[in-house]
């Protein structure tokens, strides 16, 4: 991948999510009211995380997760509450303070380290599956791949994520948002052609060892994304 242009793209979703949208997104990730486009993402969220928990076993004692891009972490206590030790991870502190904040007690003897940093960064360790919900969203494909691959690297068993699958009236949508100053808004999502993505992916050298499995889109209003499971062969 460019590492210029991920050390970017990273940069800007950091300040979004740490400083422009602490507020908007604490509100969206609990339940508290909220008007209806926002509450339409909420209910799309919810409905692909519990896609993706009911992709990893019911059974998690004994097994490491990362949760890349934990967010205010309610994918990583689902995992914890099936045994799970989970490493949370994000590039917020601010949320990952809230998720923490928030954090219930743990069942079944899981439990959850919280951290703010870089998904990618080595010294996290290897994990048996590495779950990544709308943490890849914001990058072009090739840069998505490049962390895709990366993350494979240190996983032993699955790999969860999702992208916002491309249509011509998202197309159409970016590139109108192209031709006016984004101001205080969030990133724009960098839509993804199916074909193109799992050609990337199947062809790539560092993904050899793995294969396409299950995948499941979720369309909730303002909301649309597809999940994909890669899995070692």
């Known amino acids: 991948m460019s590492h210029l242009t991920y050390q970017n793209r990273r940069g800007e979703i950091e300040t979004y999510f740490d400083r422009t949208a602490v507020q908007a ?49 309610a994918l990583a206590v689902e995992a914890a509450h099936r045994g799970a030790e989970v490493l949370a991870i994000d590039l917020s ?26 998904m990618l960064a080595p010294e996290l360790g290897s994990f048996d599956y590495v779950v990544g919900m709308d943490s890849v969203i914001h990058y072009e494909t090739g840069d998505a791949v490049n962390v895709l ?24 949508f970016r590139a109108i948002g192209k031709l006016f100053p984004r101001g205080d808004r969030s990133p724009a999502v960098v839509p993804v052609a199916e074909r193109w993505l799992h050609h990337r992916i199947d062809h790539d050298a560092q993904l050899q060892g793995w294969a396409r499995g299950r995948t499941e889109r979720i369309s909730s209003g303002f909301y649309t994304s597809q999940a994909l499971e890669l899995t070692r062969k």
């Open 149 to 172: 691959a990366g993350l494979a690297q240190r996983t032993r068993r699955g790999l969860l994520f999702t992208y916002v699958p491309s249509s011509p009236a998202l197309e159409a």
């Open 93 to 118: 502190p601010t949320l990952v303070n809230l998720a923490r904040e928030r954090q219930p007690a743990i069942r079944h003897g899981g439990a959850i380290d919280f951290r703010s940093g870089d």
């Open 25 to 73: 997104w604490a509100r969206l990730t609990s339940d508290a009211p909220v008007g209806r486009v926002r509450a339409s993402v909420r209910a799309g969220r919810d409905r692909m995380r519990a896609t993706l928990l009911g992709w990893l076993p019911d059974d998690l004692r004994g097994l490491r997760v990362l949760d890349a891009g934990c967010g205010t972490g």
